[in-house]
């Protein structure tokens, strides 16, 4: 057992329940091939439709197979012939049908197993179509030596995915920090700066088949860091990091990448400054962001309350609708200004248990040419949000979330 958050037993079967699925489709494949040859249609949907599900499915299947057969221990050339394997119904399946978090990983994992540039293209082609800016993507495509059709100006997700560009651009000049920082990043911040979708439950789950930062891994393999002290992570896939050691990848691939220092955005050229609605916000809230929380603000104000609830994805943060409803006269926008701030990255999150001296220097200032302070935003619930701003502010509350200054910071 590689996962010891998992439990061997469900593993065991989960695995075994997958490989009969597998079969199946497999088969039904090749049935269904034989039925387009023959001109014959047994489906209410078209034969070619019928296929395209089945790859779909068998694409899932086999990364499903993957983590498990990983998280119970099977050895990486059982876990590379499987990858192959996948990427062979992947390359028929729409982008939308892959996803992000998918793609991360299968593309950390070509890194991982030193796989042809031919393959590699493979993901490329994927994400350039469906014209993904991320920054994250580009940087492990360059540091393969490859290219894109474009250059990424964004994250698709700020937190954690900057916090790991970031060890990058301290491995430039001090691997032995950068080696902690990917420690803290694996073990600490990682599993939480995904709760968005889920992730922090999932591991309390029943059928949990284990979660593995991939990416963590290729950029430790890139950059050849020291991660002697993940060998018995629960999240971080050391093993495959180690399996092979034929290829050298550009550590100076991050030259090519603007903007992943952790000091915000540089250029501000092109954003839409400006919140109408609470002009005082802008002495806090970076341009950045402007037009995201000036439309947030408009739709609390204008929308139903079901259809804001939706657009916003408040099953995530709320249990219930009929929970979130008690809950919406009580400082309501200001939170949601906090959450949406925090999972963008400007706004810094730390459980309750958390010291903020260990993560003081991470949070990131969009204020270069001001002198700025530490701001606490006090939402009473389990969490602790910061935020470096303006010195000359004096803005006491969000929407009836106090605000108040972290004594002691000086930047």
Known sequence: ???????????????????????????????????????????????????YNTKESIFHILEELMRSKYSIGCSCKEIE???YDSIQYMKDVEYDSIGYYHIVHYISLAILFETPKDIMQIFIEKIDDAKE????????????????????????KEKPYRELMEIISVAKGDKNKASDLLFDYTEKHWLKAHSDIDWPRLIK??????????????????????DSKLVNSDFYPYDLVHYKTGVEYREDAIDQLDDISGEGYKNTDGYKAGIPYNTSLEQIIPIQ?????????????????????????????WFGFNEYLKDKGNGLLGRMIVFVLADDGYICQLDWKEDLEDYEEHIRNYWKDDDIK?????????????AKVPRKNQICDVYEVKVSEVNGERS
């Open 205 to 226: 789950d029943e059928d949990y088949c284990g979660l593995w930062s991939f990416e963590a891994g290729a950029i430790a393999k890139i950059l050849k860091l020291d």
């Open 133 to 156: 800016d991320d920054i994250l993507l580009d940087y492990l495509i360059s540091a393969y030596g490859l290219k894109r059709n474009m250059l990424s100006a964004e994250y698709y």
């Open 289 to 317: 962001f402007h037009e995201k929380v000036t439309q947030l603000i408009v739709d609390y104000e204008t929308m139903e309350d079901l259809d804001f609830w939706n657009k916003y994805e408040l099953d995530q943060i």
């Open 374 to 386: 530490l701001i606490e935003f006090n939402l009473d619930n389990d969490q602790q949000y910061y």
């Open 1 to 51: 057992m590689r996962h010891s958050l998992c439990k061997e037993e469900y593993l065991s079967d989960m695995i075994q329940y997958n490989s009969r699925r597998l079969e199946k489709r497999l088969n039904t494949i090749i049935e269904l091939k034989k039925d387009l040859d023959n001109n014959v249609q047994r489906h209410a949907y078209p034969t070619e439709v019928v296929i």
């Open 81 to 83: 012939d499987i990858f």
